[in-house]
C-alpha cells in the first residue's frame, strides 16, 4: 500500500488524530500496515480501539469500494503528497492530512482571499458583503468562506453573481451540506466553483468541527476580510487563525452603536486594515491577482497553468519553482520561456518571476 492510500485509510479512521498521523508518517515502513495487529500498532503509538477501527480502513475490498463511493459523488481526494495540494496550506501549524473536494480542484492554488462574518449580519452588513465579494470575484480572486449562514452565504451568492469564482470550505463531510437552507447554493458552488472539507464522508456533523475549519479558510488564503462581526462571532476565529499563519487581515468598519460592529472595530484598532473597496484588498499584494487566464488564441499547456497557479499566489524564484515542481532544470526553463512569451510572466532581477 502507497503512502497515499494509507493517509487516506488513517484520516477516516476514528480515534486517529492529526498527531497519530504524523508520528506514523514520521516512522516510515508502513508497508505492509495491513497485516500489523493491534500488539504492531500499539507499539506505533495507537490505541487498541484506534487499531480495531483501522483494520476494515485498511481492507482491500473496502478500500476500492470507498473509492467507487467517491467517485459517485464527484469527490476527489487531495492528499499533502499530492501536487494539487495547495502551497499556502501546507505553511499553516497543522494542514489537514487529506482535502476532499469537489468541483474546480485548480482553485485550490488560484489566488484567493477569505471573507467571513456574521451569522446574522444587519442590512449594511450584507450590502458591503455583496459589495467586495462581486467586485473580488470579477477581478478574478477566488473568494473563499465556509457557507454558513450570513456573511458568508452572501458572499458566496455575489461571488457566483459576478460569473467568478468561489470556494465553500465545510465544517461537516464534503458531501454534508449545512446548514440545510444553502443546499442549493452548495450544489451551485459544486458545479462552479469548489468544495472543500478535511473531513471524510459518514463524519457526523459536530459542532467541534467548524471551528477546526476555520483555519483552512484562512491557510488557503492571502487574506482575510471580516466584513460584519460581533465581539464573540466565529469569524474572530478565522482572523485569529490568519494572524497565526502570518496572513493579512482586513476589516470592514461599521456604526459604532451596532454591536454588530464590535468585533471589526476591535480587529482595527489591533492593527487589522481597515477597507471599503475592493481595491483596498488588491493593492495590498502589488501586483495584479486579478489577471484572468488568456483566452483560446493564447492558451496555456498544463505545465504552463501548473506554474502560472503558483506565481498567482507570489512572485517566486527559479529555484522555489524548481522545488515547488520537482521538475528538471530545462523543463522549468522551457515553461517559464514560454509563459514569458505569452506574455503572462516576467522575469525580474535575481531570477523572480512574477506575474504581469
Known sequence: MDKRELLIALNGTKGIGWKTISR???QGDLREVEHFDEAEWGRRGVTPSAARNLKPELDEQNRQV???LMEAKGIIPVTI???EYPILLKEISQPPWVLYTIGRIELLSSF???M?????PTAYGRKMGESLAGSLAEQGVNVISGLARGIDGVCHQAALRAAGATTAVLGTAVD???PPENRFLYKEIA???LIVSEYPIGTPPHPGLFPQRNRIIAGLTRGTVVVEADERSGSLITADAALEANRDVFAVPGPVTSPKSRGTLNL?????KLITHAEDVLEEYGFAPAQKMPEDGNKLTEDEQRIYHMLEQGNRSFDELLTLSGWEFGLLHSVLLSLIIKKQAVQLPGSIYKLI
Open 112 to 114: 484567493s482571499i477569505a
Open 268 to 272: 482595527i484598532k489591533q492593527g487589522a
Open 176 to 178: 454534508q451540506p449545512y
Open 116 to 120: 467571513v462574518g456574521t451569522r446574522v
Open 81 to 83: 503528497w499530492d501536487e
Open 66 to 68: 470507498r473509492k467507487k
Open 191 to 193: 458545479e462552479k466553483g
Open 24 to 26: 506514523l508518517m514520521e
